[in-house]
């Protein structure tokens, strides 16, 4: 068992915290959990961001194969946590040990996928233009680039996913594949669970040799050492997962810096579901145990729950909900990750029913304890939807609103209405490609990510994966924070003109001594030894 001290640490030294202490609650039972986590001040964060700041020189520069090996330990030792882990983490947060050991594996496989392309390198952008030194008019000069690190980056954990979007979660091991140290600046809500998976970390930066401040992970309140973190002139760019209103303050401080920085925050989204009418002709059954799978696993606290499902009117679209709802009905409400959230929950769900033209279509049951809502389904129709704004806001956990729709006219109206969001859904047939086809062009500038005939829960960790989206999905829509293209937010193009070859970086030698695929005036060039 690994022994868990309640402390930050910055790298690789325990940090007693002077600024109070928090407590990890069993997210079922309310009770306190021990240790209690000392709380660090704004001075001792400020240790941990200088230590980043002195490993960043090494670690940037890492050779690719040790550079990867690294990220590889970190993944060997988040598995070899085993049940201790799964235990610990079911405790802080009510999520069951089936969704958590699926949630680890991903989180370790994703290291180990980002392990593969700092071997490949394809990430670092090598373009090389070699000089023609007898060109006319004018001759040309040798111009070499490649993609560099930006600096120190800062994580916040998250809370609904405390592996894949925390302590070794996305941002963070897309930091790390950059070259970027890491202040992670871990959730309140899963505090052991955070030191366990930082202890691996850890290690695994001693075990390579590296500089101990390539990693360090700190505990206190967001409002001091989390804005801390982000005005620290030494760190260069923001992760974070959460809630609109922390994502804009970390945004607002990041702006307002004398160096701003790029904040890559995930916010909120309601992820808009459009059935379109054939889609009804087949299996309603089989498409409303989806829907309400969808819906309510992980009791809903997903950011790809689909909170907005539009339903053509008439007999097929009732036959739908009403098997929606009976499916529904036989569901009882799943412990939420903290009694915070379970109170915000019920009152946006308060909130909504209020609004004139809003109905309740069907509701679950109460789960066990308080923090364990029935899961809830209500209806409007689409011109109520269309002029009341409070319906598109994000209700976090199991709820979600169906809206009728008369005609493809509709759909595209409330389409392009809409905010940014993760992702969009289509269920079709051919027979409604005509709508599709008006649909796609409009939901390509408000989504990060398309499906057909699916449910947006349940993301792919690959090369192709697209997890982000238009204002206020994320801050940046250029951007994902799932899959190998993440790695591309911590890093910037640095142009090399008529630098001596002895001087230049290893990717950008003529020798080719990292054996990159490299661009050559313009042409993909594959190395020998690939």
């Not at 804009?248 to 702006?255: D, E, G, K, N």
């Amino acid at each position: 068992m690994t022994e868990l001290t309640g402390h930050s640490f910055i790298a690789g030294e325990r940090v007693v915290g002077t600024s109070g202490t928090t407590y990890g609650i069993n997210a079922e039972t309310g009770e306190r959990l021990e240790p209690g986590y000392s709380l660090l001040d704004v001075d001792q964060v400020a240790t941990a961001t200088a230590a980043a700041a002195e490993a960043f020189p090494s670690f940037s520069s890492l050779e690719p194969e040790k550079h990867a090996a690294f990220l590889e330990s970190v993944a060997d030792r988040i598995d070899a946590l085993g049940d201790e882990l799964i235990e610990r983490t079911s405790l802080e947060t009510g999520l069951t040990a089936i969704r958590l050991t699926g949630e680890r594996t991903r989180t370790s496989n994703q290291l180990r996928l980002f392990a593969k392309v700092v071997r490949q390198g394809d990430f670092r952008g090598v373009r090389i233009d070699p000089a023609i030194p007898d060109r006319t008019p004018l001759p040309r000069v040798d111009i070499r680039q490649r993609k560099v690190a930006l600096g120190p980056v800062a994580v916040f954990g998250a809370s609904n996913f405390p592996f894949a979007f925390s302590t070794a979660g996305g941002d963070t091991a897309a930091a790390l594949a950059a070259g970027c140290p890491v202040v992670f600046k871990a959730h309140n809500a899963h505090p052991a669970t955070s030191e366990l998976v930082g202890t691996a970390i850890a290690a695994a930066v001693a075990e390579h040799g590296l500089h101990p401040g390539v990693f360090s992970l700190v505990y206190g309140p967001g409002s001091s050492v989390g804005q801390a973190l982000v005005a620290d002139p030494v760190i260069q760019a923001v992760g974070f997962t959460g809630s609109r209103s922390g994502g804009l303050s970390i945004l607002a401080t990041a702006q307002s810096r004398p160096v701003p920085i790029p904040v890559y925050a995930e916010m909120s989204s309601v992820n808009p579901v459009f059935i379109l009418p054939g889609s009804l002709e087949g299996d309603v059954e089989k498409l409303a145990a989806d829907y309400v799978t969808s819906l309510s696993a992980s009791s809903g606290q997903l950011c790809t729950q689909p909170g907005i499902v539009f339903v053509p009117r008439g007999e097929a679209g009732d036959r739908f909900l009403a098997e929606s709802g009976r499916i529904l009905g036989t569901a009882a409400g799943q412990v939420m990750l903290t009694p915070g959230m379970a109170r915000a929950w019920r009152e946006g769900v308060d909130s909504r029913a209020k609004v004139a033209g809003v109905e309740l279509i069907a509701a679950g049951s109460d789960g066990p304890g308080e923090n364990a809502p029935a899961p809830v389904i209500h209806g409007v129709d689409a011109s109520t939807f269309l002029s009341e704004d409070e319906l598109q806001e994000e209700i976090f956990g199991a709820a979600s609103l169906v809206v009728r729709y008369d005609g493809a006219a509709d759909l595209a109206a409330a389409a392009a209405r809409m905010e940014g969001q993760l992702t969009a859904t289509i269920h079709l047939t051919e027979t409604d490609h005509e709508i599709a086809a008006q649909l796609l062009p409009v939901l390509e500038h408000r989504v990060g990510r398309i499906l057909a005939n699916g449910w947006p829960t349940g993301v792919e960790v690959g090369h192709a994966m697209v997890h982000g989206g238009p204002f206020p999905a994320t801050s940046d829509s250029r951007t994902t924070s799932v899959g190998t293209l993440a790695i591309e937010r911590f890093l910037r193009p640095v142009a090399y003109q008529n630098i001596p070859d002895a001087l230049l970086p290893p990717a950008l030698r003529d020798a080719n001594p990292w054996h990159l695929n490299r661009r050559i005036d313009g042409d993909i060039q594959l190395s020998e030894k690939r």
